[in-house]
Every structure is written in C-alpha cells, then in structure tokens.
C-alpha cells in the first residue's frame, strides 16, 4: 500500500464544472501538503501548499486538508479545458525529510 | 527563463551503456533533487543534495552516481543501463532542505533503453 492514494480517472468533466480531487495518506509524520500539476510530457508544477488543517484559497483553486481523517482536496472551480492534466498531491514526511506523492489523478476538462 | 533545466530532453541507448544526465537550476536554491518517474506516473525521490552535500539517497542502486559541482547544478550519471532503468527523471530545487519546502521541477528526461 502506497502512503499517499489518489484514485488515477480519468476524471472526465464539462467546462464550468466544479471539481474535486481527492487523497489519502497514512502516514502521521507528514505535515506539509501540496498540490502538483502536471501536463503530459512536463514537470510537475507547484499550485498550492498547506500545512494546517483547513482550506486555503488562490483563484479558482481551494485546497482542503483534515489531518484528523487524513484526506486532503483540492477543488477546481469554473474549470477550464486548460486545467486538463495529472495532478499529484504530495505529503512532507517530517521523519524521513522528504515529499512523497501520490500516483496522480488524470483530469480532462471537456469544452 | 527556465528555473529548473535538464539536458538531455529524450535519452534512446542500449542496455549496458553508461549516460549522464545533467540539472541547472538558476533560482538560487540551496537544496537539489533527483526523482524518478515510472510508466504508471508514481514520482519517487533517488537524492537529494544541500550545497553539494548528499542528504537522501533513497536505496538507489550504486550504478546511479549524483554529483554536484556546486549548489546550481545536480547530474545524475547511470552505469550499466538497465531496462528497469526506462522511465523519467526529473531535477527538482527548493530553497533551503527546510521543513516542507516547496520544489520546483524541471521537465524531465525520457530515458529509453532497448
């Protein structure tokens, strides 16, 4: 069993949709939570970091975490054709200093 | 201005060759890293270096040899390709190897080997 679960999709929605994206860790020693976006064919790329249980805020983008259930979210809202591609949640285990991530979720945002 | 730069972009030898594969990052960062990609998207850390020092080496085989000749660059030399060897690689840098520190990804480096 990997640390951090994200079901794969693809995750198929219309434009305008809203979206939710979801992962489980198992791990207590992770703290820090991002989100990663990655298009096909390039890096991952930075969208959002968490540490507290909560929501935070940027744009169109809303970033959830619970640490008492271990479920982090990341909602899209109005989605975007452009917002199609793989995003990786990532959690940072404090014990072993390094960021570890889930397999990613495929998003395809239909026009 | 790319941050975080691999060369080369696509990577095609033969099993048993030895290759290298070269990171720059031009954000100023402390802290370099080395992850793999495998054909299921699982992103995995290999190393990771602060200020040319190794900091993680993550059970890698010893046919991988990271090295840094200063804090801007990070390359990554495979001996005796494997064909579990095939996936992406990816250059990573942070600030510092703080807590949580955000990373910056390059755009990888497809290595084939046939």
């Known amino acids: 069993q990997k640390e951090v679960e994200q079901d794969p999709g693809p995750l198929s929605v219309p434009e305008g949709a809203i979206v939710s994206l979801n992962c489980t860790y198992s791990?207590?020693?992770?703290?820090?939570f991002m989100w990663y976006r990655q298009y096909s064919r390039k890096g991952p790329e930075l969208l959002m970091y968490?540490?507290?249980?909560g929501n935070k805020e940027d744009g169109r983008f809303t970033a959830q975490v619970d640490k008492s259930s271990k479920y982090i979210s990341l909602f899209i809202r109005d989605s975007q054709p452009s917002d199609s591609a793989t995003y990786l949640c990532?959690?940072?285990?404090?014990?072993?200093?390094?960021?570890?991530f889930g397999t990613g979720t495929r998003l395809l945002v239909s026009p | 201005d790319t941050a975080v730069s691999q060369t080369p972009k696509y990577l095609v030898t033969q099993m048993g060759n030895d290759k290298s594969i070269k990171c720059e990052q031009n954000?100023?960062?402390?802290?370099m890293y080395w992850y793999k990609q495998d054909s299921k998207k699982f992103l995995k850390i290999m190393f990771s270096?602060?200020?040319?020092?190794?900091?993680i080496n993550e059970t890698v085989p010893n046919r991988f040899s990271p090295k840094s000749p200063d804090k801007a660059h990070l390359n990554l030399h495979i001996n005796s390709l494997e064909l579990g060897d095939s996936a992406v690689y990816f250059c990573?840098?942070?600030?510092?190897?703080?807590?949580?520190?955000?990373?910056?990804f390059g755009d990888g480096t497809r290595l084939s080997i046939l």
């Open positions: 990573a840098s942070s600030q510092d190897h703080g807590v949580g520190q955000p990373q910056h």
């Open positions: 791990n207590s020693a992770f703290q820090y």
């Open positions: 968490t540490y507290s249980s």
């Open positions: 990532a959690g940072w285990d404090t014990g072993f200093q390094k960021l570890v």
């Open positions: 954000l100023g960062h402390d802290t």
């Open positions: 270096y602060n200020n040319k020092e190794l900091i």
